[in-house]
């Protein structure tokens, strides 16, 4: 069987399926047919596995020794110090898991929204059937408003016409005709070709069904979707590098303090149980804690604004994203048509000036027509029809006209339908006792029927019938649908043969889907924020450009190459350097089918770029589930592109996009603080620990104390840092390079520094109490807890830039970070005074020299800290 369809004609196509176009199949044949080609629909996959979501949550680095610690304690019967280990590796599951209950289902979707019913010819009968019986061969009988079965060859047409744009992207209603069209030629322009998923807008149609189920094009994009691997995100990636550091970090640390402390001839139990804590102290446990719960607060913040983000990561994904790819219908536009341009007599003007007209006779009689040759209606409150149509009477309404008065006062007795084949439409009014032709279509069928032309002097001889031609040729290259009208008035009822003959031209008008009023700004907020927008659109590429231009995506001086064409990225995975360049620098794709746009995406990636990928279709599916941030429209959105999606946009709106990069942005900043955060405050743990143990000075802090810190002290901080506001310049930043660390080498300087700064108060004060005061062991590690803990509290104040006002920035501003800190201090009260949990932290009473002793240790160490600062050592 030939794989190019659209090339046979109707005769070749109803012999290659062997059946007869007046009688469809036999029973017999159709059950032979099932049992070769199947059902005609998607296969099922199975759902994930919800345990399976919950045991993921485990396959962390963090978590494997966080479980090593915990089993060590168990080991060594420090229960305390294992269930509390244990609570945090279940909390920070449970919430991963709740979080991404969710699985995606997009094959489901597809599924779903392919199964409807069909009009099928079998036997020599008409009857209704479920779509997943249909097999290769069958006859179908289609109607406006149908949605199509499975992928058809056209047999016989009456007036068909088909919306294609949830697999094409074409915004325009695309005319049907029954010939074959030689050569390869773009889906989008397989005129003869209906394709399952697509919907019947106007007219009646035959078909021959030619594929089903997995073999349909909307078959081959639920392959792509499934087969499309989601890249890891890149916060995923960069925890994952940080925490394999920590873990060779803890390991090598603990080994080197219990083998050192054994030839020192301590107690090797006791240098276990503190290679332990250490491993307890290098982990910081809130840091899947904190950054779960940070992401989590940005998305109820965007749920607020109508973003919805499915997956946890996918907030701070937002922020890095350097490239949105975008589709053009119903996203970059509004997905209606609209009157853009007009002309008419010697006016020439867009749609904006048409109020400076309203009173030429052409521009009324062009109203007219477009009222009475109309046969859009109001359907449960909304306008139902075709969108030229719809276009027409809206456009009258701006105008001050109303069109129901006009069908009103010129009642309709005759129509002939628009035809494909003569590319007109015309309508018979009354007009008292004489009638009005009324005609549209395309120019070139008009131009022939017309004798005169109405200028503002009345009707003239049609003599520069060329001079319309390149009008319609100038506005059709700037992307719009040309329509012409025309009319003749008659004090007699005409023939139907003779209806559209000796007419009076009127004008042209120029339709196109308008962009969003909003776009442009949206867009040029992106490029302050260096992040390009890309348009990637199943539509004509001149169609697509008006509208680059028009939202500023390109402009108007461009050249050519900042547009390419599908048909140009055939072997886009063997391109040279050169066209590789190109490429990445193109500002539109148009004639795009849904294999290309993966590729494209595959291809940013290869090129170390974070793909943002919005889209409504199902055409749009692959490419946003391999994209890095999958984006689909809430509202229009089909249930497959919304299914693969990480983020919807519950208001379909472009803009919402940049609230959520800034949202993302700010996210990963915050994340940024609270890990310089905690690993000082962790750093400073292991060092006091390391080297109060090799210089035989009291132990700054026991095991359990670690812990302790880690879980209170430590995270609630952290999470204030983590909910904060952010920089409010933050879009005037450009994205990050992809392959930046969570911590650069300049934040890792100020890690250690921070770290360094409460170390020399931990280990000062250890030194004074023990040698100066002689205090016993059991007072100077309480002094010493007790003074890690304010000098961490006080580390909060260090993260602000070096630029920034120490006393007003995101820090000191931020009313969480005031909240955490007196929780902080409160539970320390608490704890000290319940003596059980006193006697568990092995916390004993302390004198108001004591307290004074810890109140200027801990200040020292960010007085320490603000001197690095201002000696420019650190951020």
Known sequence: MSKDLHTLSVEKILSEFNVD????????????????????????????????????????????????????????????EGTAVLIVILITALIGFF???????????????????????????????????????????????????????????????VKEAILTGESNQIEKSIEKISGQVALADRKNMLYKGTIAVRGNAKAIVVATGLKTEIGRISELTSSAEKESTPLEKKLKRLSRWLIWLTLILALLIIVTGYFQGKDLMLMIETGIALAVAAIPEGLPIVATIALARGMLRLSKRNVIIKKLEAVQTLGETGIICTDKTGTLTENKMSVHHLVFGSSEFPATEAENFKKDPAFERLIDIGCLCNNSKMKNGEMAGDAVEIALVEFAAEMGFDCKGIQQKYPRSKEIPFDAEIKKMATLNRVEDNFLVCVKGALEALLESCDLVLTKEGPKEFQDKKRWERQAKLIAAEGMRVLAFAYKESKEEPEKESLMDNLTFVGILGFLDPPRKDIKQAIETYKNAGIRVVMITGDHPDTARKIGEEVGLITEDAPVEVVIKGSELENIKTITEDRQKTLMEAGIFARMVPGQKLDLVEFYQKNKAIVGMLGDGVNDAPALKKADIGIAMGIRGTEAAKEVADVILMDDKFTSTELAIRQGRTIFENIRQFVIFLLSCNLAEIISVALASLSNLPMPLLPLQILFLNLITDVFPALALGVGKGDPNIMKDPPRDPQEPILT??????????????????????????????????????????????AQLLNVFNLPRRKISFLKNEVTTNPWVWAASAFSILVMVIVYHIPVMAEALSLVPLSANHLLVIIVFGVASLVISQILKHLKLTN
């Open 21 to 80: 176009a007046n009688k469809g199949l036999t029973a017999s044949e159709v059950k032979l047919r099932l049992e070769k080609h199947g059902y005609n629909r998607l296969k099922k996959r199975k759902s994930k596995n919800i345990g399976l979501i919950f045991l993921e949550q485990f396959l962390d680095p963090i978590i494997y020794i966080l479980a090593a610690a915990m089993a060590f304690a168990y080991f060594f019967g420090e229960w305390l």
């Open 99 to 161: 979080m991404e209950w969710q699985a995606l289902r997009s094959v489901e979707a597809l599924q779903k929204m392919v199964e409807t019913q069909a009009n099928v010819l079998r036997g020599g009968k008409e009857e209704q059937i479920k779509a997943a019986g249909l097999v290769p061969g069958d006859i179908v009988i289609l109607e406006s408003g149908d949605v199509i079965p499975a992928d058809c060859r056209m047999l016989e047409t009456e007036s068909f016409a």
């Open 745 to 790: 080498k300049k934040l890792w300087r100020a890690t250690v520094l921070y770290g360094l700064s409460i170390t020399a108060a931990v280990i000062g004060v250890v030194a004074y109490t023990h040698f100066e005061m002689g205090l016993s062991a059991i007072l100077v590690n309480n002094i010493a807890f007790y003074t890690l803990i304010l």
